[in-house]
């Protein structure tokens, strides 16, 4: 149920940071939504074992268990960074508004990738990073930050369409095989 | 099947050699008619509502709203009409014709049967590969775009292949939707980058603090 938390709680504060009212404490609903993803994360990786949820479209493995104990403490800390940088320079206040979503957007779909082993739901995912992280990258607004922002995307697209072409010659290759495939690592293993 | 993947390779041909983003839309807009088409005759009849997601993913999205889109931000900017995806040259039209050989050769070798499906490889491994030739070759935002949406349906044409899996309808949904957030961003990037990219010798503009 907690690995749920771990994209329920992004999900739920990327609404309410919406409000106006939070828009102006954006950075510290960023900072407390880190700390709960990670306290999730960190009961997830502490937990003996996770029953699979949604007919084993997310399974919270040994691998999993290790990058969700990594990256989210990571992001929790970059979030404690912006807070402080808010609070010392108000001019980067106006932006939060804008970067709070995608960050926390960010942090639902990395979630996502690590506890997904549905190889199309996690190539969702992933390119859901990709969408989220080109705004942060532009947030300056300068010609040279769009440039690289649209670098950033173009490349990534680029990379995933292959990466699904590669997702597509695996079914194949196994469907020939003989199994069913069903797009599971399980599946790929047998 | 034949003369609709015949007729998708001259929609992917043919904006090569007409220098004019308009001809590029058009391209762009007509492989995803003719591929919705494709789906209709591989899967018909449609019994889920996976099947349908997908097939208006290609005829409503790729077909119409994707160009449409493109059209309106271009058409905004007042863009001039020329424009080359590849370098207007002998070598860069021999390159492609190449490339389209190379693919029906490559085909011939991946499916050993000549048929329909050995044609829908070839078609599209030369729409990946044409595709990744104007991203090679051009540097503006435009035609890296139009590079980058070419592979896209080059991969999508590609799917339609082989045996058909049957996606779930909210992960054919996620697919459509991933789509269609990154054209919308592309839309965007267009509109603030201009077609040409920025100007050069711009003044640069004053960078505030970073986080």
């Known amino acids: 149920m907690s690995s749920l938390g771990l994209l329920v709680a992004p999900a739920m504060e990327n609404v309410v940071v919406w409000l106006r009212v939070l828009r102006a404490r954006a950075s510290l609903v960023l900072l407390l939504v880190a700390s709960v993803v990670t306290v999730f994360a960190i009961a997830q990786a502490l937990s003996p074992s996770v029953p699979p949820a949604f007919g084993g479209t997310i399974v919270v493995d040994a691998t999993s268990r290790l990058f969700l104990a990594t990256l989210n403490p990571i992001f929790l800390a970059v979030c404690v960074y912006i807070h402080n940088r808010v609070a010392h320079s108000p001019v980067l206040l106006g932006r939060m508004g804008r970067f709070v979503p995608c960050a926390l957007t960010f942090l639902l779909s990395c979630n996502a990738v690590l506890i997904s082993s549905h190889l199309l739901v996690l190539w969702i995912a992933l390119e859901v990073t990709t969408l989220s992280a080109c705004p942060m990258i532009a947030i300056q607004g300068t010609p040279a930050a769009r440039q690289a922002s649209f670098r950033y995307l173009l490349f990534s697209f680029i990379a995933l369409g292959l990466v699904f072409l590669g997702v597509l010659c695996a079914s194949r290759g196994l469907a020939s095989a003989g199994p069913p495939v069903m797009f599971l690592p399980d599946g790929l293993a047998q | ?211």
């Open chain 2, 1 to 211: 099947m034949n003369p609709l993947l015949i007729a998708l390779l001259g929609v992917i041909l043919l904006p090569l050699f007409v220098a004019s983003w308009r001809a590029s839309l058009l391209g762009l807009a007509g492989q995803g008619a003719l591929m919705a088409l494709v789906l209709y005759r591989v899967a018909h009849p449609l019994h889920s509502a996976a099947s349908w997601l997908a097939l208006l993913d290609l005829a409503v999205l790729r077909g119409v709203l994707v160009p449409l889109v493109l059209y309106r931000v271009l058409r905004a900017r007042n863009t001039r009409p020329r424009n080359d995806v590849i370098p207007p040259n002998l070598i860069s039209w021999t390159v492609a014709i190449a490339m389209v050989l190379v693919s029906f050769s490559f085909a011939g070798t991946l499916v050993a049967a000549s048929g329909e499906r050995q044609t829908l490889v070839a078609v599209s491994t030369s729409g990946l590969m044409l595709g990744l030739l104007v991203l090679s070759t051009r540097s503006d935002p435009l035609s890296q775009v139009i590079g980058a949406l070419r592979v896209e349906n080059a991969i999508a044409l590609f799917e339609l292949g082989g045996e058909r899996h049957e996606a779930q309808a909210l992960v054919q949904l996620g697919l459509s939707a991933a789509f269609a957030g990154t054209v919308v961003l592309f839309a965007r990037y267009l509109h603030t980058l201009g077609s040409d990219g920025p100007a050069v010798g711009a003044p640069a503009e004053a960078e505030g603090p970073t986080l």
